[in-house]
């Protein structure tokens, strides 16, 4: 048997950090196995399905590198194949045709809860034979009325449900157009997905779709129910806690490979293990090891490792992601040191790329203004000499280099600062940055260029003048 999984999300959204995870262990599920991995766009709601929102979906999918074997396949596309197995079903005696008004379901509903009953359709349509004169009908299916229904989950284990309080499942509506329920289950039949992986708010559907199938005389998949992920304070997820687009950890300076990590976190673990790559995930990943009880997101967890990721991800590829968050910027990288040298400097410290572009851009533009409280600390009279003695060193430095800058500094604050270095290095820090923070300033000097840095030393000492 060729293992066949799914990820079907609905495109009412963007694909949020849940759904992704679910696309995930979809996705290492099937590659573990050597099968294969399927995207379906799940869009019979018409009214709030958006192309807005598919193309965010297969924007994230991409992104995060779980590129499908197969699709994405719209269920909008297969609305003939619906109705067909809908009437296959009706002439099989597996579906009848349901003529009961609103008003008539509303009076049924509102009887059962004065009983205390749990409100459902009671089937006074299955033994109906005659259409009702001008009356709309939907299709429905013919549920088991006794017996038990059995979910062998592979997350959740053996979750059973009395057949009696699943009522009949209206599989058509009176437009003629199919329901979602029923549409997963042609889907995923003629699909042939062998291991249903989705979120637990889908397990009371699976009873339902499992009795279709075996009306359809089709196998019935593995299904594996994951546990939903919850804030920090174990509410449920919000926009607080992160519950966010996917692309959206991209424009907040995460790379894909921390944000997998991550996710295969959440409710799996191989031991103590907390860093994978994606060929480790691949290779140890089982659905039967994820964690039945709910997952907290961490993302002070996510922080610490998207900075491993930067640490120890190679440059040029890093220097890419770089360009990319520089150019939402503002910022042309056309003159200035290369992308994966900033990396290098920028990458012991840096928690995101957003951060390593905004902290970074000052080597490809000039900034406008000098951060008050650094520049009221360095930029005084009593440093303008220290300034202008290293701009006088390393304007004669015949290499421009991290060694040779790191000595002219050195230099003047022997001379100058009783060889306190941090005496001369943060003014010139704030010169050339504009602010206190950089990487290292021989490190800076050297990616700056001697043209900028001495025009930015001369800058400050102008500055420090005109006060």
């Known amino acids: 048997m060729t293992v066949r999984t799914r990820f079907a999300p609905s495109p009412t959204g963007y694909l949020h950090i849940g759904g992704a995870r679910t696309a995930l262990f979809c996705w290492l599920y099937a590659r573990r196995h050597g099968g294969r991995f399927i995207l379906r766009i799940e869009d019979t709601d018409r009214e709030r399905s958006t192309d807005a929102a598919v193309q965010a979906i297969v924007d994230g999918m991409a992104w995060l590198g779980l590129k499908e074997d197969e699709g994405p396949f719209f269920q909008t596309q297969r609305y003939d194949r619906y109705r067909a197995v809908a009437a296959d079903l009706l002439a099989k005696g597996h579906a009848y045709r349901c003529y009961c008004s609103r008003p008539e379901l509303d009076e049924m509903r509102a009887a059962q809860t004065a009983r205390k009953e749990k409100p459902r359709y009671d089937g006074r349509c299955r033994a109906r034979r005659a259409p009702v004169g001008g009356a709309a009908s939907v299709i429905r299916f013919k549920n088991p009325v006794d017996g038990q229904t059995v979910v062998d989950d592979a997350v959740k284990g053996r979750v059973v449900f009395d057949n009696h309080e699943l009522d009949d499942l209206i599989i058509v509506r009176s437009d003629g157009n199919p329901t979602y329920n029923f549409c997963v289950v042609v889907d995923d039949m003629d699909m042939q997905v062998t291991h249903v992986i989705r979120g637990d708010d889908h397990l009371n559907n699976a009873p339902r779709q499992m009795n279709i199938l075996v009306a359809l005389d089709y196998p019935v998949p593995v299904y594996a129910h994951l546990p939903m992920i919850l804030g920090p304070d174990g509410a449920k997820l919000s926009k607080r806690h992160g519950a966010v687009a996917v692309i959206q950890y991209r424009e907040d300076g995460f790379l894909p490979e921390a944000v997998l990590n991550y996710l295969v976190r959440l409710g799996w673990s191989h031991g103590d293990q907390e860093i994978f790559s994606l060929e480790e995930m691949t290779r140890l990943f089982d659905i039967t090891d994820v964690n039945a009880s ?103 430095v015949p290499e421009w280099t991290a060694a040779a800058a790191h000595a002219a500094i050195q230099q003047v604050a022997d001379s100058h600062a009783a060889g306190k270095l941090g005496r001369v290095a943060q003014p010139v820090r704030v010169a050339i940055v504009g602010s206190g923070v950089s990487p290292p300033i021989d490190a800076t000097l050297e990616l700056l260029g001697r043209a900028r840095a001495l025009a930015r030393l001369d800058r400050a000492r102008s500055w420090i003048a005109a006060r």
């Open 294 to 396: 709910a997952a907290a997101i961490n993302l002070d967890k996510l922080l610490w490792m998207n900075q491993h990721y930067i640490k120890e991800g190679e440059p040029e590829r890093l220097g890419a992601e770089l360009g990319w968050h520089l150019a939402r910027l503002g910022v042309a990288t056309g003159e200035g040191p290369a992308l994966a040298a900033v990396v290098g400097a920028f990458r012991e410290r840096a928690k995101t790329l957003k951060e390593m572009a905004e902290g970074a851009r000052f080597f490809y533009e000039d900034f406008k203004d000098y951060e008050p409280k650094a520049a009221e600390k360095n930029l005084t009279p009593e440093a303008a000499p220290l300034l202008a003695a290293v701009r006088e060193r390393l304007a004669t």
